[in-house]
């Protein structure tokens, strides 16, 4: 089973037991399709970027809740209850893809081959001084040129 995100963003006056309530039925609803929630994060209180209209109002800010589970593919469509959720300005569902964490990614071959490019890239400071240098070299030769095409005019 994949490993998904669940985000459910909440109108700011939401109380804590409505909250509750509401992550309660989305997990009862994981555990019917066999699914296991591996990890629940209260965000708190986010300002928003846009007002979020709703029939009472528009809403700058929210409660924001993250449900880490796993379930089978097919659980996005089954989550579109949601949508008629009154307590709810906005959810989704967002899939993991082949992540690496902490020492599972320095662990690697191609981890350390990263590092060790990006360490020659920041170090590399000379190199550049040198083509500072031959861009110089270039603009006194064009003004060279250029002041001997006034002359002959």
């Known amino acids: 089973m994949p490993l998904y ?3 459910l ?10 909250l509750i309530e509401l992550v309660s039925r989305v997990g009862k609803h994981v555990y019917r399709r066999n699914g296991v929630i ?3 994060k209260s965000l708190g ?3 928003l970027g846009y007002g979020i209209k709703k029939l009472d109002g528009r809403y700058y800010q ?3 809740m993250q449900m880490t589970m796993m379930t089978p593919p097919s659980f996005n469509s089954e989550l579109h209850y ?5 307590r709810l300005l906005r959810w989704l569902l967002v899939k993991h893809r082949d992540i690496k964490f902490g020492g599972e990614f320095f662990n690697e ?5 990263d590092l060790k490019m990006m360490r020659s890239s920041i170090y590399d400071v000379g190199s550049e001084e040198e ?3 031959d861009d110089d070299d270039d603009v006194e030769e064009y003004d060279a040129a250029f002041q001997q095409q006034n002359n002959d005019v």
């Open 5 to 7: 995100d669940c985000m």
């Open 9 to 18: 963003l909440l109108k700011p006056a939401v109380k804590k037991e409505s």
């Open 38 to 40: 591996t990890d629940l």
């Open 45 to 47: 209180t986010v300002q």
């Open 62 to 64: 929210g409660q924001l």
């Open 82 to 86: 949601l949508n008629k959720e009154d």
């Open 109 to 113: 071959d191609d981890g350390r081959s």
């Open 131 to 133: 083509d500072d240098d």
